[in-house]
């Protein structure tokens, strides 16, 4: 079955620092990709996503490429923040399933210190 | 934009009592709602699919009997655990799809521990 892959945490940064974390994915056909980030007390929100091979999401600094042929979808952000402490989850949507019914990955816990 | 809240945010209780976790759309009609769970370090889980007026679909694996789901409107769905056990103590995460849109809200979140 389909299945998400993704760096464990948790991850803790000095502000400014680069940010990666690593998401790989098992999937027949052709799926979309997203990450999902949850800051304290609230509900995941749609971070980025992208819906085929070589697209890249981006939203708010932070950055995915859809790389097919390695199957990843690696989450980077050049100069991260203390407000970008949150628990950032990878997530699949395989074609040709339930409209919306996710896969997701064990979320990593960022941390990002003063 | 639209939020999905979902009650209680964490609960403790007794072996053997049913815990009730309600999730709502505050400013939209959600035709579908989806019941999560995750065990530390593990992946979220769908446990169930619920679509208003009609009894949810559960993932295999995942007990009817014990989760007891209900979406008897478009702006509430509850997902009940019945005679909660310790190997039921995990987190559980509501989301909800709107009428008008394929976006997904996600609810906070509840943490069930059961002693």
């Known amino acids: 079955g389909d299945s998400v892959t993704q760096m464990e945490g948790p991850v803790t940064l000095s502000e400014e620092a680069f940010l990666t974390i690593n998401c790989t994915y098992t999937a027949t056909g052709y799926p979309s990709l997203f990450w999902y980030v949850q800051y304290p007390g609230e509900g995941l929100q749609l971070l980025l996503k992208?819906?085929?091979?070589?697209d890249k999401g981006s939203n708010k600094g932070f950055e995915a490429t859809y790389r097919k042929e390695t199957t990843s979808f690696h989450l980077e952000k050049g100069s991260v923040q203390v407000s970008d402490s949150a628990v950032y989850f990878c997530a699949l949507s395989a074609t040709g399933g339930s409209a919306r019914q996710l896969t997701f990955g064990s979320g990593t816990q960022l941390t990002v210190l003063p | 934009g639209a939020v999905v809240s979902q009650h209680p945010s964490w609960v403790i209780c007794k072996s053997g009592t049913s815990v009730k976790i309600e999730c709502r759309s505050l400013?939209?009609?959600?035709?579908?709602m989806f019941w999560y769970r995750q065990f530390p370090k593990q992946s979220l889980m769908l446990m169930a699919t619920s679509n208003e007026g009609s009894k949810a679909t559960y993932e295999q694996g995942v007990e009817k009997d014990k989760f007891l789901i209900n979406h008897a409107s478009l702006t509430l769905s509850t997902l009940t655990v019945t005679s909660a056990h310790p190997e039921d103590s995990s987190f559980y995460i509501c989301s909800a799809r709107s009428r008008q849109h394929e976006k997904l809200f996600f609810g906070s979140g509840t943490q069930l521990s059961v002693l």
């Open positions: 992208a819906t085929k091979a070589d």
């Open positions: 400013d939209f009609q959600a035709t579908t």
